[in-house]
């Protein structure tokens, strides 16, 4: 299926509607950062993900991933072009330039990640691991640690994965039963079984790094006594030459609903040489700076699928003759009109577009957020990008599910139909909602660890500052009205969690819902205020009104939602649900 990068939104975003370069002014390392290296950037990595993975997403599809005898081999092709990719530094963007990384801001490297997605989620799996590993290994290993991997990951030469779940224990990690023995030198031998395991295994690096969650034995009981451990699969040695090989293996790989292109193994460790990475039993910590990225990252995943099956239905519609329109033949001159004609079609199109140009830009905003944190020890940025991690993964994820099955609707039966490409999309899109900690997961994360435990304080200061946002008269009413909304849904909601334990999670799924809208009509407002007077300019302004008319009005019935007590959900007796 054919992809089209999005280089004049890009380029919109980061100019004129967020003036990146601002932000970057008191930032040194951003000081050789020019709008033309920035589009450089840009147009580099949408080549790359339109002439190199593009073509290879319905292969991958179709051939998947084979196992055989604790070896697994990828799709046709996948090897060479997962070469070519990294080749360009592409895992390094917003690396540790001291260790081979590029250093790019967050706010680059998010753009070029969701063209990655759209082009070949299967494909860029085995990319996003890699940086979440560098991530880790960076901001928590010795310095000893980050000559030996850092390097070699940012190359792609070695690849990453996270090692977690088992399978009895998925979100619950405090009852995992993985253990670690300390060795006299230092190590530790790690045995136990984990499972969903993505990139666990596979034939397209030399070196595989695991980042596995083990428990050192006699540390303490739950969640307090985990541990973070580096277990490579073939041990490194002081030249940089690969050593034995670990005591890992692939047991198997699970047959998938979607993704089929990216290695999904369970995971045998038999005594294992892993070695700590961080504190001793301050794993999960540590764990959660590759699970944050990979939180951020997901959210574009589910993006990147949007857009990719926007673009082939808003083709389809163009060229496909069906019907004639409500207000009489448009074409007279062939025997129907366009799909376009149809209100409900465009309807559908509109929805999509909407969806998706204003999570791209609250993307952005959010990787700006990680930037001014991160390089300006901005605390406010901080606390902002902490609140909007659940969000962007769980709003974008469930939007990118929402696109691709409208997207479906528009061809019909075509779209069920393999050969189409739509069916897939689909398929691969919803384990976004999925894996790195489910969509209800992040919004128990948002309401309970950003909502509740700051009192709403990090969440009012962004109202203030869409508040205090300069946009189009014809805005202003119904972004003010939205921000009201979602000010006293959560004073509401702080106020009456103190009283029902259940209320947090029986409300929190609408209410990241009613934040992501809010936050989405703010990026429509400003898109629209600054779009430019041309064609481009039109469809923001456009699709912005379409927002705030059919789209905005759903936070009505959120903010109903979220009034109702939690008795609503709690009172049924739990033998009633299979009555």
């Known amino acids: 299926m054919d992809y089209a990068i999005r280089e004049r939104d890009a380029d919109f975003l980061l100019k004129e509607v967020f003036d990146v370069q601002s932000s970057w002014a008191e930032i040194d ?30 292969l991958g599809d179709e051939h ?25 530094g592409w895992l390094g963007v917003s690396g540790n330039p001291a260790f081979g990384g590029q250093g790019l801001p967050k706010s680059i490297a998010g753009l070029v990640e969701e063209m990655f997605w759209a082009a070949n989620t299967s494909l860029y799996l085995y990319g996003t691991l890699t940086v979440g590993t560098c991530l880790c290994i960076d901001a928590h290993g010795s310095l000893e640690q980050k000559q030996t991997y850092l390097e070699k990951l940012y190359s792609g030469q070695w690849t990453g994965a996270m090692a977690l779940t088992e399978p009895h224990a998925g979100t619950d990690l405090g009852i995992m039963r993985t253990k670690a023995e300390p060795r006299p030198d230092g190590s530790y031998d790690v045995t136990g079984t984990k499972i969903f395991i993505t990139s666990g295994e596979h034939d397209m690096a030399e070196n595989i790094v695991h980042l596995t969650l083990a428990r050192i034995a006699g540390g303490p009981a739950g969640s307090k006594g985990i541990s973070l451990f580096i277990v490579p699969k073939f041990q490194p040695m002081a030249d940089g030459s690969l050593g034995p090989r670990n005591g890992w293996r692939s047991g198997s790989i699970e047959h998938k609903m979607g993704v089929r292109g990216s290695a999904t193994s369970v995971i045998h460790y038999d005594g294992a040489q892993g070695f700590l990475l961080g504190e001793a039993h301050q794993g999960l910590a540590a764990m959660f700076t590759m699970m944050n990225y990979e939180r951020l990252s997901v959210g574009l995943q589910g993006l990147g699928a949007a857009d990719l099956a926007y673009q082939a239905a808003a083709r389809y519609a163009q060229e496909r003759i069906q019907g004639r329109s409500p207000e009489g033949p448009q074409n007279p001159g062939a025997e129907a009109d366009s799909l376009l004609v149809h209100p409900d079609v465009r309807r559908m199109l509109l929805t999509q577009r909407a969806h998706i140009d204003s999570c791209r830009a609250l993307a952005v905003y959010a990787g700006m957020q990680l930037d001014l944190a991160k390089y300006a020890q901005d605390e406010r940025a901080d606390r902002l990008s902490q609140l909007l991690t659940p969000v962007v993964k769980a709003y974008l994820t469930d939007r990118g599910l929402e696109c691709a099955v409208m997207a479906q609707q528009v061809l019909g039966g075509h779209g069920y139909i393999k050969e189409w490409g739509m069916e897939q999309i689909v398929r691969d899109a919803r384990i976004g909602q999925i894996y790195e ?25 962004l109202l203030d500052e869409i508040r205090e946002t300069t946009v189009d008269d014809e805005f202003v009413s119904e972004l003010d009205q939205a921000c009201d909304r979602l000010e006293a849904t959560t004073r509401s909601l702080l106020r009456r ?75 049924m007796p739990e033998a009633l649900f299979t009555a």
């Open 437 to 461: 900690g489910t969509n209800g997961i992040q919004a128990l994360d948002l309401v309970g660890r950003k909502v509740l435990r700051d009192g709403g304080r990090t969440l009012f200061e």
């Open 29 to 58: 390392e951003f000081s050789h950062l020019t709008p033309d290296l920035v589009g450089a950037v840009i147009a580099e990595g949408g080549r790359v993900a339109a002439e190199v993975m593009a073509p290879l997403n319905e």
């Open 497 to 571: 969690a103190q009283e029902q334990a259940n209320l947090p999670g029986a409300v929190s799924t609408d209410y990241l819902e009613l934040v992501g809208m809010t936050l989405c009509a703010w990026m429509w407002a400003r898109m629209a205020t600054l779009a430019p007077a041309d064609d481009f300019g039109t469809v923001k302004r456009e699709t912005a009104r379409f927002y705030f008319a059919r789209l905005l009005p759903r936070t009505l019935g959120l903010e109903r939602s979220i009034m109702a007590d939690a008795s609503v959900v709690m009172d």
């Open 64 to 88: 998947g991933c084979q196992w055989h005898d604790g070896e697994v081999t990828t799709p046709p092709g996948f090897k060479e072009a997962f070469s070519q990719m990294t080749a360009g």
